[in-house]
């Protein structure tokens, strides 16, 4: 008897282990709000601006189909942490601006409110933040029925067939010179949810920068957490890129000057003011490519057939 109570009590003790164990977290494991912080400290810091840029989002409206908001707020944030760019805005807030641009030309304005043509600042760049593939916050579901109706077209076949209870992301950032159209760097960043560590309610705290701007979606939802580090992945990797030498810190000097046509007719020399051989002779309409070098009001140009000599800029105009 003495021997079967002394086994119940054995049996009792380890049971009672088992279930409190859990409760014990080990030493070494690291905490949700420490996981957070070591993920945004990985955003890129640059000493310098790269260039001005504008982000626009993709056509698909992937987000929709998970509830989120436009992905854009969420590079927008990583930008202005960064200090990798001078933002420009080509969404709500520039036509805002036209609609005080309007009041402005309508004469409505009061005096002296310096708003009108020729202050818009360019952008050098123009980031799109896009998807490759991503699950969302339901158990067991194949997510291209699910989201095809958003995101319609090629892009439904890349979103079929993942596991939405994995909860992962891969996306691409795309940057693109304004001026040569040239594809500068495409990116992808990957996160799933270890990379997260989700807390008892669902929900991750914190998030500094992130909890207003737009992105509130994101930070109060499992996979928008997921979406929001794998951007931060592929942004740290983009700006590692461009900061090695893909672009200069002055995009409009180091791009072709934009091309010119002649207004009025004239001559191309082969020095300048109007000095040395005729080259050649312009018509009205000719277009001509500026070299970039310049004497007063004479521009070293070259036309279509390979010819170079200066004109006077007197004579022709940007081409539109």
């Excluded at 799933?192 to 560590?197: A, N, Y």
């Excluded at 737009?214 to 939802?221: H, L």
Aim: with cysteine.
């Amino acid at each position: 008897m003495r021997f079967a109570q002394t086994m119940r009590a054995m049996l009792l003790a380890g049971i009672a282990t088992a279930f409190a164990a859990p409760l014990w977290a080990p030493a070494h494991a690291e905490s949700i709000d420490n996981k957070r912080d070591r993920k945004e400290a990985e955003i890129p810091v640059c000493s310098h601006k790269l260039g001005t840029l504008a982000v626009h989002e993709p056509d698909n409206h992937w987000w929709e189909g998970l509830g989120l908001a436009s992905p854009e707020a969420v590079i927008k944030v990583l930008v202005m942490k960064s200090q990798c760019f001078t933002l420009v805005d080509r969404g709500q807030g520039l036509a805002a601006a036209e609609q005080e641009r309007a009041l402005a030309s309508g004469g409505d304005l009061r005096g002296g409110s310096n708003v009108g043509k020729g202050q818009i600042k360019a952008a050098d760049y123009v980031l799109i933040p896009d998807l490759v593939s991503k699950n969302g916050n339901a158990g067991g579901t194949n997510i291209g029925g699910i989201l095809g109706g958003f995101v319609g077209g090629g892009a439904g076949a890349i979103l079929s067939g993942i596991n939405i209870s994995k909860k992962t992301a891969d996306v691409v950032l795309t940057i693109t010179d304004v001026r040569s159209t040239e594809q500068l760097a495409m990116t992808e960043g990957h996160a799933d949810k270890t990379d997260v560590g989700f807390g008892v309610a669902g929900g991750w705290g914190g998030w500094g920068g992130f909890g207003g701007a737009g992105v509130s979606s994101y930070t109060s939802s499992d996979i928008g957490q997921v979406v929001i580090l794998a951007y931060i992945d592929a942004y740290t990797k983009m700006v590692d890129q461009l900061g090695a030498g893909a672009v200069s810190d002055n995009a409009s000097a180091n791009n072709a000057e934009q091309a010119v046509t002649m207004a009025k007719p004239g001559r191309m020399y082969s020095e300048s003011n109007g000095k040395g051989k005729v080259v050649r002779k312009l018509d009205p309409g000719m277009m001509l490519y500026p070299t970039g070098n310049k004497d007063g009001v004479w521009w070293e140009v070259s036309d279509e057939l390979g010819n170079k000599g200066w004109v006077s800029s007197l004579l022709f105009q940007l081409a539109k």
